[in-house]
Nanobody
């Protein structure tokens, strides 16, 4: 089991940028496949991006492709999400998630460990 703590969320204007961070502790970070999900008010949690253990393979939801970049630093035990060209529809609570096993990277059910989330609000 690994503990996850997100940070970096805030209010930003449309077209702006943010970088979210997720620090992992209590586990061997490099053993975990990682992902970002988000949840808007009244909506289900949705997949944003995922990355493999060594950071060589990433995949993205179509809605964020070419705007968001997921990365990880296995020395700092930290997962990142660089978000550019932000839109109001990107508003929500962003969660990082971890799993030590293979599975559907885009399914919340594939992940056993979750952070508490960080709020991102895109508004003018």
């Amino acid at each position: 089991q690994v503990q996850l703590k997100e940070s970096g969320g805030e209010l930003v204007q449309p077209g702006g940028s943010l970088r979210l961070s997720c620090v992992a502790s209590g586990g061997t970070f490099v053993m975990y496949r990682m992902a970002w999900f988000r949840q808007a008010p009244g909506k289900e949690r949705e997949f944003v991006a995922a990355i493999n253990r060594v950071g060589s393979i990433t995949n993205y939801a179509d809605s964020v492709k070419d705007r968001f970049t997921i990365s990880r630093d296995n020395v700092k035990n930290t997962l990142y999400l660089q978000m550019d060209s932000l839109k109001p529809e990107d508003t929500g609570v962003y969660f990082c998630a971890a799993t030590p096993v293979q599975g559907n990277a885009a399914s919340p059910g594939s992940y056993g460990d979750w952070g508490q989330g960080t709020q991102v609000t895109v508004s003018s």
